[in-house]
Each structure stands twice: as C-alpha cells, then as structure tokens.
C-alpha cells in the first residue's frame, strides 16, 4: 500500500488505468453481446474520457470517503494485518466506484442512444453487472497485479515526500 501522497498519486494512475480499462472492455462487450475487435476499438476509443473522469472521482472523493469507511468500521490503521487493510479499503473504494462510474456509463449509453429519459434505468441495471465484475476482478487480478508492479517500479521508501 501506498505510504504517501506521492506513492498514493502513482498507485492510484496505476489502479484506475487497470480498472478502467477492464471494466471499459468488459461493459463495452455486454453491451454488444460479445468480445471482438471492434468491442476492444471502442473500449479504447472511450477510455481517455473515462479514464480521466475516474481518477478525479477515486483522487478527490472516492479515496478519502473510501478510506475513512474502512479505517472507522473496519480494519484500524497500522493495527491490523496488511492483508485485512488491503481487502477493507478494497472493497470500500469498488462500491462508490462502481455507483459513479456506472452513471458515467449510463449517461455515455444515453448520449449514444440520444435518449436521457433511459438514464435511471440504464444506470441501475449497470450497477449490479459492474459490481460482479468489479469486485472480483479488484480483488483477484488488478489489485495483486498493480502492487506488485508497483512495489517494483517503486521500492518502499524510493518515492519521498518534499517537506515544505
């Protein structure tokens, strides 16, 4: 886990991209019923606007909501198991994350469609498909995969805080 801001605005360019652009893919295929060249075209095509709108709502709401959650009902800061932090603030940060950027979604379906009046109902039934997508994924893949390159690249104590 991350130990300062800086680590912390590098993890998190890190985990968005890996998040984005699954969850990019995988909605783009459900939406059209399977995965193929055309579905990854689009995926990425849509992922600089998503990718951008999901780190401005993880840096500057989700993560510190996120954090605060965990920190207060569930796991205490520096007193429990690393691993047990890790899964907590997980968890906390896809529930938000999958409610935003499924509106963000939804509202990109309707632009495309050019019909607002689906919104609610595009945006509700985005919610559960994401989340059993999400979850797993953060959990299983994306979370281990981004540490570890993460712990890699940057070495605890190799990134340091500029005191002011």
């Known amino acids: 886990m991350p130990k300062n801001n800086r680590e912390s605005l590098i993890y998190t360019v890190?985990?968005?991209?890996?998040?984005?652009?699954?969850?990019?893919?995988?909605?783009?295929?459900?939406?059209?019923?399977?995965?193929?060249?055309?579905v990854l075209s689009s995926a990425w095509l849509g992922f600089p606007a998503a990718y951008i709108f999901a780190m401005l709502c993880d840096w500057f709401i989700v993560s510190k909501l996120a954090k605060g959650f965990a920190f207060r009902f569930l796991v205490k800061p520096g007193g429990s198991s690393p691993l047990k932090t890790v899964i907590a603030v997980s968890c906390c940060m896809v529930v938000p994350m999958v409610i935003i950027m499924s509106l963000y979604g939804a509202a990109e379906a309707c632009l495309h469609i050019g019909n607002f009046h689906m919104l609610p109902v595009i945006w509700l039934t985005n919610i559960p498909k994401n989340f059993i997508m999400a979850l797993p994924f953060q959990l299983i893949i994306a979370g281990p995969l981004v540490r570890f390159v993460f712990r890699r690249a940057f070495p605890e104590g190799s990134i340091i805080m500029e005191t002011e």
Do not use: D, E, K, P
């Not at 890190?14 to 055309?38: I, P």
């Open 14 to 38: 890190m985990m968005c991209f890996t998040m984005v652009l699954w969850m990019s893919v995988y909605n783009v295929s459900v939406q059209r019923g399977g995965l193929s060249l055309s």
